[in-house]
């Protein structure tokens, strides 16, 4: 079974939604194909002004995207160019509505499903401070009503409650029955805007079934702070296990000023780390690192590391170690045109792409294992008739290539796989995302040679484990 069958390198549209299968670890199509979201976050558009531009240019992400075996991506409503509800609290824009139209008619033509994010202001005091160049942390219009003295009184008034679900009934009479619409999210990391744990916590479990009422066809969810420290361990578990919040997210970056010392690690650990802890408590939902990248020390802006990976070895293992250590997907990352558009690198979408072709991951209900041997980490994901495994040499890093500027080694190692997989093998294929090479093993000897630099897939079909 091909997992991508609705999207081609000519784009297609597809009139199927998302939905979690019933082996609750990933997604499907309604009809019953499995889905899994390739793309990265772009949000809005940084520098491009004029409206037919940008609503061009995302259709050129999304060709490009797809041509690359691509099909999701992540765009913020309350970013100037699409929200609707600009002028006045609770009056709506039917032409920037028009540009949501606009930009979900390209989404449709190139099989892409969107996840709208519905909210990101932090405070009400009517002086925004910018978030980007074009993304404010207030909502200027809401604090000159003067209806709330801070955003605890904006989170607990009905109020408050009415405008917030308004503003989504609007949307709800456009795109409810959109195919296009991956799913809802309620607001952009909630936890950090300026108001009371329990306040916002109680907002959102009321939130999550009323805008679920509203789009039965899609998917909501919720999304926290970067995962950045030890204590923020009880906040993602009462958010993420919820039983309204349909999707586990969690966002976390390369971050050398963090407390916690995973983010200061490797990209491939730091990002299957946060995997490995979300399935501690979360086992019947689909988990996703829906915002991964690399900044300066506590978010200061994009890590100075993006000038010199031209060649995309970050994004390379933000896609990789999500996905091999159990999520649903690779991972979805930040910085889209400070990254990933300035070097060009929509290729490694590609490369993640075959390297999960024809892989069914419902009907083989992946068992994520990991091991670590003569400084290689095999990321392991067993299934019932096939087993991929993901092999990262440990001694090329950020640090060894963007700080020590050291070209990593080729590695030539011999492995077991037949002590690794305990069944029948009957093929085994390697693949590297590198080279985008394919070559056959000999399934019946006994020890595979591995020669690779930085990274090599390892595919084996075997018997079953039923």
């Given at each position: 079974?091909?997992?991508?069958?609705l999207?081609?390198?000519g784009g297609?549209?597809?009139s199927?939604?998302?939905r979690?299968?019933?082996?609750?670890a990933?997604?499907?199509?309604?009809?019953?194909?499995?889905?899994?979201?390739?793309?990265?976050?772009?949000?809005?558009?940084?520098?491009?002004?004029?409206?037919?531009?940008v609503?061009?240019?995302?259709?050129?992400?999304?060709?490009?995207?797809?041509?690359?075996?691509?099909n999701?991506t992540?765009?913020?409503?309350?970013?100037?160019?699409?929200?609707?509800?600009?002028?006045?609290?609770?009056?709506?824009?039917?032409?920037?509505?028009?540009?949501?139209?606009?930009l979900?008619e390209?989404?449709?033509r190139?099989?892409?499903?969107?996840?709208?994010c519905?909210?990101?202001?932090?405070?009400?005091?009517?002086?925004p401070?910018?978030?980007?160049?074009?993304?404010?942390?207030?909502?200027?219009?809401?604090?000159?009503?003067?209806?709330?003295q801070?955003?605890d009184?904006?989170?607990?008034?009905?109020t408050?409650?009415?405008?917030?679900?308004?503003?989504?009934?609007?949307l709800?009479?456009?795109?409810?029955n959109?195919?296009s619409?991956?799913?809802?999210?309620?607001?952009?990391?909630i936890?950090s805007?300026?108001?009371?744990?329990?306040?916002?916590?109680?907002?959102?479990v009321e939130?999550?079934?009323?805008?679920?009422?509203?789009?039965p066809?899609?998917?909501?969810?919720?999304?926290?702070?970067?995962?950045d420290?030890e204590?923020?361990?009880?906040?993602?578990k009462f958010?993420m296990?919820?039983?309204?919040n349909?999707?586990?997210?969690?966002?976390?970056?390369?971050?050398p000023?963090a407390?916690?010392?995973?983010?200061?690690?490797?990209m491939?650990t730091?990002?299957?780390?946060?995997?490995?802890?979300?399935?501690?408590?979360?086992?019947?939902?689909p988990?996703?690192?829906?915002e991964?990248?690399?900044?300066?020390?506590?978010h200061?802006?994009?890590?100075?590391?993006?000038?010199?990976?031209?060649?995309?070895?970050?994004?390379?293992?933000?896609?990789?170690?999500?996905?091999?250590?159990?999520?649903?997907?690779?991972?979805?990352?930040?910085?889209?045109s400070?990254?990933i558009e300035?070097?060009?690198l929509?290729?490694?979408?590609?490369?993640f792409?075959k390297a999960?072709?024809?892989i069914?991951p419902?009907?083989?209900?992946?068992?994520p294992?990991?091991?670590?041997?003569?400084?290689?980490?095999?990321?392991?994901?067993?299934?019932?008739?096939?087993?991929?495994?993901?092999?990262?040499?440990?001694?090329?890093?950020?640090?060894?290539?963007f700080?020590?500027?050291?070209?990593?080694?080729?590695?030539?190692t011999?492995?077991?796989?037949?002590?690794v997989?305990?069944?029948?093998i009957?093929?085994i294929?390697?693949?590297?995302?590198w080279?985008?090479?394919?070559?056959?093993?000999?399934?019946?000897?006994?020890?595979?040679?591995?020669?690779f630099?930085?990274?090599?897939?390892?595919?084996?079909?075997?018997t079953?484990?039923?």
């Amino acid at each position: 079974m091909i997992i991508f069958p609705l999207l081609s390198c000519g784009g297609r549209e597809d009139s199927h939604y998302i939905r979690v299968s019933e082996h609750t670890a990933y997604f499907e199509y309604s009809n019953g194909e499995p889905f899994i979201p390739i793309g990265p976050n772009i949000c809005w558009e940084r520098f491009e002004k004029e409206e037919t531009a940008v609503l061009d240019l995302y259709e050129q992400r999304f060709k490009t995207l797809s041509g690359y075996g691509g099909n999701y991506t992540r765009i913020w409503l309350s970013a100037p160019f699409f929200e609707i509800e600009h002028a006045k609290a609770g009056e709506y824009d039917e032409q920037v509505a028009l540009r949501i139209d606009k930009l979900l008619e390209s989404a449709s033509r190139y099989g892409i499903k969107i996840k709208f994010c519905l909210e990101n202001f932090r405070k009400l005091t009517g002086q925004p401070a910018p978030f980007s160049t074009s993304v404010p942390y207030d909502k200027p219009i809401y604090a000159a009503e003067g209806m709330w003295q801070s955003m605890d009184d904006y989170f607990r008034s009905e109020t408050g409650r009415e405008l917030y679900l308004n503003r989504i009934r609007f949307l709800a009479g456009r795109y409810a029955n959109h195919p296009s619409v991956f799913g809802w999210e309620l607001w952009n990391e909630i936890n950090s805007v300026s108001a009371g744990r329990q306040v916002i916590y109680e907002w959102t479990v009321e939130m999550l079934p009323a805008v679920k009422a509203l789009f039965p066809n899609h998917l909501v969810m919720q999304s926290l702070g970067s995962f950045d420290r030890e204590s923020s361990r009880e906040t993602y578990k009462f958010y993420m296990e919820h039983p309204a919040n349909e999707v586990a997210q969690v966002h976390r970056y390369l971050d050398p000023g963090a407390s916690w010392v995973i983010c200061r690690e490797a990209m491939d650990t730091l990002a299957s780390h946060s995997i490995y802890e979300l399935r501690e408590y979360i086992h019947e939902k689909p988990i996703l690192l829906s915002e991964v990248g690399a900044v300066e020390a506590n978010h200061a802006g994009p890590s100075l590391l993006y000038e010199s990976d031209s060649l995309g070895v970050l994004l390379h293992d933000m896609l990789f170690a999500p996905f091999f250590s159990g999520a649903a997907g690779p991972g979805q990352n930040w910085h889209w045109s400070y990254y990933i558009e300035k070097h060009n690198l929509w290729w490694h979408y590609g490369r993640f792409a075959k390297a999960v072709e024809r892989i069914n991951p419902i009907k083989e209900m992946f068992r994520p294992a990991y091991f670590c041997q003569d400084d290689i980490r095999y990321y392991i994901l067993r299934g019932n008739e096939h087993t991929l495994i993901w092999c990262r040499d440990k001694n090329s890093n950020w640090k060894t290539e963007f700080i020590e500027k050291t070209e990593p080694d080729v590695r030539e190692t011999l492995i077991n796989l037949h002590k690794v997989i305990e069944k029948n093998i009957r093929k085994i294929s390697l693949y590297d995302p590198w080279k985008d090479e394919t070559k056959g093993v000999d399934p019946s000897v006994e020890y595979v040679m591995l020669t690779f630099k930085r990274s090599l897939v390892i595919h084996i079909e075997h018997t079953s484990l039923q």
